[in-house]
């Protein structure tokens, strides 16, 4: 087995390294026996954080070899994973069995839990994880608008959308939680609201509701309780801003709502609503931007950043970022992924069909980062002459055709 670079499918792979025969063994007890200990815990997350997925040698052929990568869970965990519609394993291979874990079983879009489930659902119909090289006046306006919106189009039950359980403005609120003491049938007293904060914490929550022209007081947000705060990553580590979306249910014997859950996920800006998945991710993108810009100045190249979110299978696997470069009749011409991974550069270019990695090493951020620059240009560039080019990979997303009109929250200045 080799531990190998993100591409795409059809591409020669870009070995890593051998796995050692003790990683081989933890591998193979891990997947077939669901054994757990602190050195396989650790291998896996270290695989996970390197983003570097684990090619088997059950087949020969390089450019076709069954493919396992590193899963993180909702509850932060690490199981390995197959990549069901890569090749599949050998009859006789350990692991063309069932995965001990159902959380390793091969699904091409994780299920997350409820409440991220919608935060993603409504990011993605609202169109914030998608960038373009323009600039607009107001951009924080525009993407609450098209939250707005967008809530309008999701449907929740028969005859009622998104829009009819949330608000995005505590100015609202009011309207909402008399709605929701209205409804009579089992299920329907529920309802979120959307707000963003520097840092999760109860007193940050509660001020989101305060610091608008709202009317509430403090004494009524503290009667709506100290809701239990989830998310994907350790809450106290990481810089904001994070987006938090809060439950809330109809305490019936009160009479009143009651927050019961808010999931927070971190977002570039309070000015650029774009989920990321940590601070990683917003260094990444800040170099992503930057050089979109000036692709845009200097060539009039136009190149559509779209974040991957999570429960889609492209980011399980580890996809940060994809890039696309747009046509001037606005349809998809080129697509690469871009991985964020934690560790230092292991001094190789780039191939025809890999991820761009952006190495983090925080040993030299300057440098890491001034390499990245370098792969970006020279991946776009190859595929510009011919090098690069290949058919439409399941992995990339594309886009509609007329997608880069410009529209309320798309535009990334």
Known sequence: ??????????????????????????????????????????????????????????????????????????????????????????????????????????????????????????????????????????????QWGSLKEAAKQIDIETGRTLFDYSRTHAKGLNDLFARLATRGPKGESWAVFLSVVERVSLEEWRNAFLYQDTGLTVEEVRRWGEPKFESFGALVCEAGPYMLLTEFVCDASLKRPRARTVFAHPVYSRKHLIPVDGADERRTLRVLIEMQFAWMSESQTALCIRKTLPGTAVHDRGVSFQLQRMRPNGLPEDAWDVVSAQGSDPTRSPRPGDAIYHWLDPGAPGNADEQFRSDLIASTAASQVGTERSGDAPEIERSRAGEVRLAAGEQTY
């Not at 869970?73 to 069901?84: I, S, Y």
């Not at 291979?93 to 390793?104: F, G, K, N, V, Y």
């Not at 299920?111 to 924080?140: E, G, H, M, Q, T």
């Open 1 to 142: 087995m080799d531990l190998v670079l993100a591409n795409r499918p059809g591409a020669d792979l870009s070995i890593l390294r051998t796995l050692t025969a003790e990683e081989r063994g933890l591998v193979l007890s891990h997947y077939t026996r669901q054994d757990e200990d602190a050195a396989t815990a650790a291998m896996l997350e270290r695989w996970w954080r390197a983003k570097h997925w684990i090619a088997c040698d059950c087949r020969a052929a390089r450019s076709a070899r069954p493919l396992l990568y590193v899963r993180r869970t909702f509850r932060g965990q690490h199981v390995l994973a197959r990549m069901g519609e890569r090749r599949v394993h050998a009859p006789n291979c350990p692991l063309a069995a069932t995965p001990a874990r159902a959380s390793a079983a091969e699904t091409r879009a994780p299920v997350l839990p409820k409440l991220p489930s919608l935060l993603f659902r409504w990011i993605s119909a609202a169109r914030l994880n998608v960038l373009y090289p323009y600039r607009a006046a107001d951009i924080a306006e525009a």
